[in-house]
């Protein structure tokens, strides 16, 4: 079983960078395709960055696409999402995602993923 901790949530202003860390333990992450996901309230949980186990193919939501940067690390079994001008809409709970999947390609639906970390919460203010 995978555990996953993520970090680097926190207070912002709109227009500034934060960059979200996802470490892995428990389990190697050879294979996995990970994700990033974030929920406000109210809403459901939506697909924001994905990467594939090479790291290879990344996919984005329209929503952050230009301004986010998903990336991993698997000497380190790490993952990080680096996001540029954070608008007040960016805010939410931000969940780390990992499913082992068999072939190098990204899952966006949540439904898809088996492992995930509690969330970090980030906040956008205007």
């Known amino acids: 079983q995978v555990q996953l901790v993520e970090s680097g949530g926190g207070l912002v202003q709109a227009g500034a960078s934060l960059r979200l860390s996802c470490a892995a333990s428990?389990?190697?992450?050879?294979?996995?395709?990970m994700g990033w996901f974030r929920q406000a309230p109210g809403t459901e949980r939506e697909f924001v960055a994905g990467?594939?186990?090479?790291?290879?193919?990344?996919d984005y939501a329209d929503s952050v696409k230009g301004r986010a940067t998903i990336s991993r690390d698997n000497a380190k079994n790490t993952m990080s999402l680096e996001m540029n001008s954070l608008k007040p809409e960016d805010t939410a709970v931000y969940y780390c995602?990992?499913?082992?999947?068999?072939?190098?390609?990204?899952?966006?639906?949540?439904?898809?993923?088996?492992?995930w970390g509690r969330g970090t919460q980030v906040t956008v203010s205007s």
């Open positions: 995602a990992s499913q082992l999947i068999a072939g190098d390609y990204v899952w966006t639906q949540s439904y898809q993923y088996s492992n």
């Open positions: 428990g389990h190697t992450l050879r294979g996995h395709c």
């Open positions: 990467i594939s186990w090479s790291g290879d193919i990344t």
